[in-house]
């Protein structure tokens, strides 16, 4: 498990959507896919939000997969993240100052 971030410093509010989303994808979910379409259709702001988390969410894969903190249920997602999170920061398309430091704290 990832011990780096400081869990005091998130809010109750953010706690309670990532619990909320791990129920829902640990017994509700029924087809990734066609939630992905759902949310897709919300307000276009909320799109870009929503985007935001889902890129948060890959980021902290990605760390996960360079450091190690990953096993065998989610190696692929893990270094799947990395894939998409470097490449990203590799074509310019987005800019992350505080990775690469954030890649080397243990």
Known sequence: MNTDIDVLKISENDRNFAKSFEDFVNGRLSSPRNTGWVMSCAHRYLQTQMFKVVLAFIRQLAINHHKRYYDDRN????????????????????C????EEELKVN
């Open 75 to 94: 190696e692929w997602a893990t270094r799947l993240s990395a894939h998409i999170y470097d490449y990203l920061l590799s074509s310019g398309e987005y």
């Open 96 to 99: 992350d100052f505080e990775y």
